[in-house]
């Protein structure tokens, strides 16, 4: 379910490459379904 969610997400966010928020939110999203182990 994960991926599913994972993809929609990344197809959302990157649907509006023009817009540089677009990529700013894509990479909170990921931060915050996938927390980067640190």
């Known amino acids: ?3 599913s969610l994972s993809s929609t997400i ?3 966010s990157f649907g509006d490459d ?3 928020s677009s ?3 894509f ?3 990921v931060t915050r379904l996938r927390p980067s182990p640190q």
């Open 27 to 29: 990479e909170a999203t």
């Open 18 to 20: 023009t817009s540089t």
């Open 23 to 25: 990529s700013k939110k």
């Open 10 to 12: 990344y197809k959302a």
């Open 1 to 3: 379910m994960s991926e």
